[in-house]
């Protein structure tokens, strides 16, 4: 018999994550690296964590190989567990028939049965796609104090951006009067962060309903919550003020890495207090040379800089030669940025080989990001305007 748990997590991580293309051609989103050591996903895991939730169903679905590969027994993150820990829960047919998860309802109701096997009286539901770091037991608790059935994680954003989001108009006392969904003229600035806190009778309640509705979107911002406050459930807001990006579009991503490297980051990674755990390949360290010079950057393992790299992340085993420039820009694994190349506010995937004084994107702060896919050489001497996207053909 399996140890009944309190809380369990779901943490959703199969979308195919478009807009981030061509970083998620060849992988999911969640499993994209992130500020050198880290892929997206770990972010998530880390705060599950570090909140003392130690059973966490990841379910998989566009391009999981890379993932999948990634995540392996859950060791990285203390989720190895006998009882518990990291499974891995990708579709399946079943006998009825079953399909693709329909939405990000459905596919919590897919996994129904790994919940009911921890009997839990809380679940959570993450997505696996967002760079932030927060303590979910302090939401939980207050979700117990509010006697609710549902919470959802809100961040205050600045009132322009607030028709981007799914907005929670509340009391006084953060209970949830009307759900807008993306509304072009809001009404607060209260926006969700896809976080979410059930108890489980009431999240396998509406799941059963919605799933029996042919007409339903199957997805939690249109349906779920909708039908529980038309019912007069009891849904209440928490509202986070830390730091938390969407990763969502390469605008934002590119963001949220130099996140990590302002003077003041926003974003601090080596925190004792709050660790991100992630999976470490033991690789040799990185070179510098005396011709090379390092920045305001992060820079990888197995590196060899002989040029200049300022205000940018560098990931692994990646070649900057003498004369060459990076500027504002992530540059992935196993690229080579050949003599006299510059690489100005770009994102390079991996494996791509810039030749001898090829000058990639430029260096005006108002630059829009050009982005080279995974795999491709940019021929010496040939110069990519800002704002274009390279895909290897």
């Given at each position: ?249 390469l605008s934002s991503y590119w963001q949220s890495n130099m ?44 590196n060899e800089i002989l040029g200049s790299v300022e205000s ?82």
């Amino acid at each position: 018999m399996i140890k009944k748990k309190k809380c369990v997590a779901m943490l959703l991580a199969g979308g195919q994550g478009s807009r981030l293309s061509p970083l998620t051609r060849n992988t999911a989103k969640p499993a994209v690296q992130f500020a050198s050591r880290y892929r997206i996903i770990d972010f998530s895991l880390s705060n599950c964590v570090n909140s003392g939730i130690d059973t966490v169903g990841v379910l998989t679905q566009y391009q999981p190989l890379e993932l999948n590969d990634y995540l392996g027994n859950g060791t990285p993150w203390g989720l190895d567990l006998r009882h518990g820990g990291l499974h891995v829960l990708p579709p399946y047919q079943a006998e009825e028939g079953a399909d693709w998860f329909l939405g990000t309802a459905n596919a919590i109701y897919q996994n129904l049965a790994f919940i009911e096997q921890y009997d839990p009286e809380y679940v959570l539901i993450l997505s696996g796609d967002h760079i932030y770091k927060m303590n979910y037991d302090i939401m939980l608790q207050e979700h117990i104090a509010n006697e609710a059935d549902l919470t959802v994680a809100v961040i205050d954003v600045a009132p322009e951006e607030a028709s981007r989001f799914g907005i929670m108009n509340t009391d006084e006392e953060g209970r949830i009067i009307e759900f807008e969904e993306k509304p072009a003229h809001p009404k607060s600035t209260q926006a969700s962060m896809g976080v979410y806190i059930f108890t489980k009778k009431a999240l396998v309640k509406y799941l059963t309903q919605d799933e029996q509705d042919p007409d339903s979107s199957h997805d939690f911002g249109k349906n779920i919550i909708p039908a529980m406050l038309a019912d007069g459930q009891r849904v209440y807001t928490y509202l986070y003020k830390g730091y938390w990006r969407d990763v969502g579009t390469l605008s934002s991503y590119w963001q949220s890495n130099m996140d990590t490297i302002s003077e003041d980051p926003e974003l601090v990674l080596h925190d004792s207090r709050w660790r991100i755990y992630y999976r470490h390949y033991h690789n040799r360290p990185q070179y510098i040379g005396a011709t090379g010079s390092v920045r305001r950057s992060i820079c990888g393992d197995c590196n060899e800089i002989l040029g200049s790299v300022e205000s940018s992340v560098i990931f692994d085993n990646t070649l900057v030669e003498w004369g060459a420039e990076i500027k504002d820009s992530i540059i992935m694994n196993d690229c080579e940025i050949k003599k006299d190349a510059k690489v100005y506010r770009a994102i390079l995937d991996n494996q791509v080989i810039v030749e001898e004084g090829a000058v990639i994107g430029s260096d005006d702060e108002d630059a829009p990001l050009t982005v080279i896919d995974r795999g491709v050489v940019i021929r010496a001497g040939e110069v990519i305007p800002a704002g274009e996207t390279v895909l290897k053909r």
